[in-house]
């Protein structure tokens, strides 16, 4: 079974700077998907950025961006210039490419919870 | 378009009763999954629907269950329902098909059994 690791269950960064929330994950297999979710206060999950494991160049989204080590399984988020309203949860997650293998679905790392300083 | 609707919104269940709860996917999406999440575990993936079919479950017990009706609308069934299934349940959809289509999440049902 795969697993997610996010090791900083809380960090803290000045508005306007940027801040890297990292993720770590463990799978036998080659082809997958990698998916960074916030979940602000109000509880709705909102998609941050999804990264093909096929694909070696990083994801970007705006002011949002990955750094995708395949071999090292590590798939880091990086915000940069953060703004206030970044402040949420942030989750990483994991799914396998082939659907029906038994349990399925996103596997979601435990979150980081980040914080913004005005 | 309208996003992933839940009701009820809040609910309260005392232990040994069963609980159903509903979930609308945004138009054209064929595909539903339902999390739970809790402080302790976390988000786990439940099951997911496709075309009325379940097409993966996570590891839950039986007493778990879902369906999905011809109009993409789903609904999670819990019987015999315990403590610890006090959580929030999320439902999101993705237009189905390929596993590695965006999924988008409703604002959740939050049980809690007393």
């Known amino acids: 079974a795969q697993t997610v690791t996010q090791s900083q269950p809380e960090m803290s960064v000045q508005e306007a700077e940027t801040v890297t929330l990292s993720c770590t994950y463990d799978t036998s297999e080659s082809d997958y998907y990698l998916f960074w979710y916030k979940q602000p206060p109000s509880r709705q999950m909102i998609l941050v950025i999804r990264?093909?494991?096929?694909?070696?160049q990083n994801a970007t989204e705006n002011r949002f961006s990955v750094n995708f080590q395949k071999a090292a399984k590590s798939f880091s988020l990086k915000i940069s210039d953060s703004q206030l309203g970044d402040a949420a949860m942030y989750f990483c997650a994991y799914r396998s490419m082939y659907s029906g293998g038994g349990a399925d679905g996103l596997t979601f790392g435990k979150g980081t919870h980040l914080i913004i300083q005005p | 378009k309208a996003g992933v609707t839940q009701t009820p919104r809040y609910l309260i269940k005392t232990r040994g009763q069963q609980v159903t709860l509903s979930c609308s996917p945004i138009?054209?999406?064929?595909?539903v999954s339902w999390y739970q999440q809790t402080p302790g575990q976390g988000l786990q993936f439940l099951f997911e629907?496709?075309?009325?079919?379940?097409?993966n479950k996570g590891n839950f017990p039986g007493r778990f269950s879902g369906r999905q009706f011809s109009n993409s609308r789903s609904e999670m069934n819990v019987s015999t329902l315990e403590l610890g299934d006090s959580a929030l349940y999320l439902c999101?959809?993705?237009?189905?098909?390929?596993?590695?289509?965006?999924?988008?999440f409703g604002p959740g049902t939050r049980l809690t059994v007393t």
């Open positions: 629907y496709f075309s009325e079919t379940q097409r």
């Open positions: 138009s054209g999406h064929r595909s």
């Open positions: 999101a959809s993705s237009l189905g098909g390929q596993v590695g289509y965006e999924q988008y």
């Open positions: 990264q093909e494991a096929y694909k070696q």
